[in-house]
Each structure stands twice: as C-alpha cells, then as structure tokens.
C-alpha cells in the first residue's frame, strides 16, 4: 500500500500552503458545464482554511500549449470556487502564472485567504517539468499539497517539479482517497473481486488487460475491444471493430486466464448495425444475435441483452468491483442498453464500486448512479496506470509517512 503524508500530517496554520488541484473543468462560452471536479477539491481547501493556512491554488485547464490563450483562463473557476466556498477566491491573473501580479497577490494574503493563480499551462515549462517554472512555483509556498489525481500520471512543474524543491510535499484529501480505493481494489481487493473493462481499443487497454487478470478473480471484457477477443477464439465478427495486430496478444491472454484458473467472460450476444450511426445518436435499426452468428456486413456496437444478464449476475456476486469503459457505443441512446445495464448493476450491489474515469464515470453520473458509487475516480488516464500497476510520478513525488 502507498504510504503517503497528507494534509493531516502537517502544520498548516500561517503557511503559504500551494494546493495543485485539478480544474480541468469543460468550459462552454466561458461557463462550467461540470463542476464535479471543483465540488471533489472543496474538502482540501476547507481543511487548510480552517487551519488558518494561506491556500494557493493552481491546476492546468485544457492545453493552451504554453502560452496565454483568454479562453482557457481560471477566472471562471474562481468564481464559481468563490460562491460553492463562500468566501472570496482571489484570481492572481498573470500572463506568466507566477509573475508580479501573482506574487503581489500571496504577498498580501492573511492566513485563511485563498488565491487561484492562473492556468498553469500558460507557461511551456509545465508540461516539460522545467525548472524554472518549478522554481518559481515553489517560491510561492512554505508546503506543497498535491491533490490533482487526473494529472498524477504525469511529470509536470506543478505536481512533481514543485515537490522536489519544497521541504513538505504531502497529498490532499482527493488524492489520498484515490489512493485508498484504487490501491485496495487492485492490492487488497474483498474477494470475489470481478474487473469490467470496455471501451474502444484492445491496444489502449493491453497492460491493463495483464495486470488485472493476475489481481481479480473474473475479467469481464465488452465494448469494442471484445470483438478482437472473439476473432481470436475464431468467431465470424464481421465488420465489428478488430485490431487484427492484437488477436494472438487476446489468444495469450485467454490462456493466461485459463493458467490462472480466472474466469475471463465475453460478450455472449451482440447489438448489431448495418453501419455505424451518423451522426452518432441517429435513429438506428439494430438486432440482437449470438456473438458467434455475426452476419459478415453487420457490426457490433453494444453487448446484447443475454450478456448484459451475464455481466450483471457477476457484478452481483462480487465484493469488489472495478469498471473502466464503456459496453457499446453508449452516446447513441439505441446502443447504451448496455452500458446502463452494467452501470445499473454496480449501483444495486452492496459490493465496493470504482468507476475508474473517462467514459464509465460520465456515463454513471449522467444516469443519476453517482452517488450510488463507492468511487469515481477523477482521473481517467490516471486510473488506467493505477490498474496498470504502474507508479504515477505525482503520487511518487510526495513524501512518504
Ligand atoms: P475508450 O476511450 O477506449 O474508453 O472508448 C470509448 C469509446 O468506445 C466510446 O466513444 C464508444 O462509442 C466506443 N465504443 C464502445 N463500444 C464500441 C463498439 N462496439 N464499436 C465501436 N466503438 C465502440
């Protein structure tokens, strides 16, 4: 398990404390379409306020590829972070994030006061984790907190960079409860624990597709990346979508199962098309069939209902349960059946719950499931690595307990 100091670990109160949270909010004519993201933050803000610590906020917000791009400002997050803490979130603009204006603005904090500095991706050292940029980072705080999950899978200024310049670098509530529940799932998980993986691609999925078949107990595979799996077990999938590249890595894998004596379950059924839907929620004529009477001109775009039956009757045995990816192509209502079947079975279990990002979590808090989550993970790519098993460098870069 990942031992890490935290936020509870420190003495906060009259410290300039910079908290790299992650504001990666969608923006749509300057106003926050989901305020998940700054909603998951507040518990760390709120603590360190409390302490009486001068909180420093910073996060990156879509990619403005190192240079000041208006539309991807902050100021819109510091008002809305303004009205959910109520209490005055000062915004540092600053075309070099921490420039005169950003360092003007610490300089008259008093502790309890909270300023958000400017898009940290205004500045092109960010993404190269270039010292500079981290220098000037660290030159604003007394103690680091790191709680950007979504971006703890990279090495940038303002979450590693920064942590090796600081005396104190500890992770905050978010990042810790990430920590906590991925970690446990794939290390410690309440056995049976069953792994759901959808999506697009085998190839985006390879290593994670590895390292959860050795940690669960049952690997369920749906969504696009099943057909290559069942081309391989020498099924007829006619115009699904395959990577032909892949199709001896899914043979490896059926038989490391089988080696490991792990139930590896795919799509028994099939949602079919004549073509992909375009645009992409068109009304469609879809059928069902068994996964190996596939017609050669039709393609597979959601699991059908006899699987969405199997899967949930295996989520409902579980006492962990992990999902990442979407079952079908769920933006098209015809072809989300299937993804809300799962979605479903995971809100009725008592199992633990984690919705590793992306897609799954979208789709979980669209249909109103979130609360019924033990966890959505705020951190797409992130989540993957985690169930990769590889070390994130954001995690790493904070001081150990
Ligand atoms: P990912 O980003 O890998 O999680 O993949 C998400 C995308 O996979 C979504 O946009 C879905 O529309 C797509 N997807 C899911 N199932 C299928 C399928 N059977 N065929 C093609 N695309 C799919």
């Known amino acids: 398990m990942l031992n890490k100091k935290s936020v509870d670990d420190i003495q906060a109160a009259g410290k300039r404390v910079l908290v790299r949270c992650d504001f990666n909010v969608p923006l749509k004519d300057g106003k926050i379409t989901d305020e998940n993201r700054l909603v998951a933050a507040l518990p760390t803000i709120k603590k360190l306020i409390a302490d009486g610590a001068k909180v420093i906020l910073c996060s990156h917000l879509g990619k403005p590829k190192g240079e000041p791009k208006p539309e991807l400002s902050l100021a819109p997050v510091a008002a809305r972070l303004t009205e959910l803490l109520g209490q005055e979130v000062k915004f540092a603009a600053d075309a070099e994030v921490v420039g005169a204006n950003a360092k003007a603005a610490v300089e008259a904090m008093k502790d309890g006061d909270v300023v958000l500095l400017e898009n940290t991706r205004y500045r092109k050292e960010e993404t190269k984790n270039g010292e500079e940029f981290s220098k000037d980072l660290a030159s604003l705080c007394d103690i680091f907190v790191n709680d950007a999950f979504g971006t703890a899978h990279r090495a940038h200024c303002s979450n590693v960079g920064v942590s090796s310049l600081v005396d104190t670098a500890v992770v905050g509530y978010l990042m810790q409860k990430e920590i906590d529940f991925l970690g446990n799932a794939v290390e410690n998980p309440e056995r049976p624990f069953v792994a759901i993986l959808g999506g697009a691609k085998v190839a985006d999925k390879l290593s994670v597709i590895n390292n959860l078949l050795e940690k669960c107990d049952t690997l369920i595979i749906g969504g696009g990346m099943a057909y290559t799996f069942l081309k391989a077990k020498g099924y007829e999938?006619?115009?699904?979508?395959?990577?032909?590249?892949?199709?001896?890595?899914?043979?490896?894998?059926?038989?490391?199962?089988?080696?490991?004596?792990?139930?590896?379950?795919?799509?028994?059924?099939?949602?079919?098309?004549?073509?992909?839907?375009?645009?992409?929620?068109?009304?469609?004529?879809?059928?069902?069939?068994?996964?190996?009477?596939?017609?050669?001109?039709?393609?597979?775009?959601?699991?059908?209902?006899?699987?969405?039956?199997?899967?949930?009757?295996?989520?409902?045995?579980?006492k962990t349960?992990?999902?990442?990816?979407?079952?079908?192509?769920?933006?098209?209502?015809?072809?989300?059946?299937?993804?809300?079947?799962?979605?479903?079975?995971?809100?009725?279990?008592?199992?633990?719950?984690?919705?590793?990002?992306?897609?799954?979590?979208?789709?979980?808090?669209?249909?109103?499931?979130?609360?019924?989550?033990?966890?959505?993970?705020?951190?797409?790519?992130?989540?993957?690595?985690?169930?990769?098993?590889?070390?994130?460098?954001?995690?790493?870069?904070?001081?150990?307990?």
């Not at 006619?238 to 379950?265: N, R």
């Not at 099939?270 to 009477?293: G, K, L, M």
Request: charged share 25%.
């Open 321 to 401: 349960v992990v999902w990442n990816g979407p079952m079908g192509v769920f933006e098209n209502p015809i072809l989300a059946k299937g993804t809300i079947a799962v979605a479903k079975s995971l809100a009725e279990t008592d199992a633990t719950t984690i919705i590793g990002g992306g897609d799954s979590a979208a789709a979980v808090n669209t249909l109103g499931f979130g609360d019924k989550m033990s966890h959505i993970s705020t951190g797409g790519g992130a989540s993957l690595e985690f169930l990769e098993g590889k070390e994130l460098p954001g995690v790493a870069a904070a001081n150990d307990k």
């Open 237 to 318: 999938v006619g115009e699904s979508l395959v990577d032909d590249e892949k199709i001896d890595y899914c043979k490896e894998m059926m038989e490391k199962a089988e080696k490991l004596g792990k139930k590896l379950l795919l799509p028994v059924d099939s949602t079919i098309v004549a073509a992909f839907p375009s645009p992409i929620d068109a009304e469609i004529d879809v059928e069902s069939v068994p996964s190996n009477a596939i017609p050669a001109d039709k393609m597979g775009l959601d699991i059908g209902p006899k699987t969405a039956e199997l899967f949930a009757s295996e989520v409902k045995s579980a």
